[in-house]
């Protein structure tokens, strides 16, 4: 009779025990979801961060705006054909005769 009373008890504390740690875990698993939804969304912020910043190189280092610059900012010319000075090396290796 006692071992039927034990079997009872034991069913009676184990069965809340496997319920309370079920809503624990699936408390858990809509954080963690949460978590991953949230770390996406700022994926995708960083990647189209990325992708401005990228258009953003290739416009400013562009060749037509560099010359602009220089030419109505800076107020530089090109220099003439005579100013520029050509160093021609013999051999490959610049010692040898």
Same mark, same amino acid.
């Given at each position: 009779? #006692?071992?039927? $009373? @034990?079997?009872? $008890?034991? @069913?009676?504390?184990?069965?809340? =025990?496997?319920?309370?740690?079920? +809503?624990?875990?699936? /408390?858990? $698993?809509?954080? =963690? #979801? /949460? ?7 700022? %994926? ?9 910043? +990228? &258009?953003?190189? &290739?416009?400013?280092?562009? &060749? ?5 610059? &220089?030419?109505?900012? @800076? @107020?530089? %010319?090109?220099?003439?054909?005579? *100013?520029?000075? %050509?160093?021609?090396? +013999? ?5 040898? *005769?």
């Amino acid at each position: 009779m #006692n071992k039927k $009373y @034990l079997l009872i $008890y034991f @069913l009676c504390l184990t069965i809340p =025990l496997f319920l309370g740690l079920l +809503v624990w875990q699936s /408390n858990r $698993y809509l954080d =963690l #979801n /949460n978590d991953i939804i949230r770390l996406e969304q700022t %994926q995708k912020e960083w990647i189209e961060s990325n992708k401005k910043l +990228v &258009a953003s190189i &290739a416009e400013n280092s562009s &060749a037509e705006r560099i010359d602009n610059i &220089a030419k109505n900012e @800076l @107020l530089l %010319q090109k220099a003439a054909p005579e *100013y520029f000075l %050509q160093v021609k090396i +013999v051999g490959g290796m610049g010692h040898e *005769y």
